[in-house]
């Protein structure tokens, strides 16, 4: 098992920013892919970005490049989305994940098989 608990969503305005942070708790996360991939009502989970489980490479979805900073610190076994400019198609669920099976930096859901909880982002206009 590899619990993944995400923290820092909440209610911002366009043009601000929020900080997520997925927390690992009973297994390492340091040898891992990990990924952020967001949910909106009556959409589904969407990629967001992911990172290599050295933190040397990174990807994100087109819709948040530039704006978003995926980043892990294998020492302390987190990994956080830092979001700025952001815009009210940002609001969704958002849930990091572990491919323990993985590697690179995929970008298909259906590569992790640890998932957190979720945070609500909530971006108002």
């Known amino acids: 098992q590899v619990p993944l608990v995400e923290s820092g969503g909440g209610l911002v305005q366009a043009g601000g920013s929020l900080r997520l942070s997925c927390a690992a708790s009973?297994?390492?996360?340091?040898?891992?892919?990990m990924g952020w991939f967001r949910q909106a009502p009556g959409k589904e989970r969407e990629f967001v970005a992911a990172?290599?489980?050295?933190?040397?490479?990174?990807d994100y979805a087109e819709s948040v490049k530039g704006r978003f900073t995926i980043s892990r610190d294998n020492a302390e076994n987190t990994v956080d989305l830092q979001m700025n400019m952001l815009k009210p198609e940002d609001t969704a669920v958002y849930y990091c994940?572990?491919?323990?099976?993985?590697?690179?930096?995929?970008?298909?859901?259906?590569?992790?098989?640890?998932w957190g909880q979720g945070t609500q982002v909530t971006v108002s206009s």
């Open positions: 994940a572990a491919a323990t099976r993985g590697a690179g930096i995929p970008r298909s859901r259906n590569t992790y098989n640890y």
């Open positions: 009973g297994r390492a996360l340091s040898f891992y892919p």
């Open positions: 990172i290599t489980w050295s933190g040397s490479n990174t």
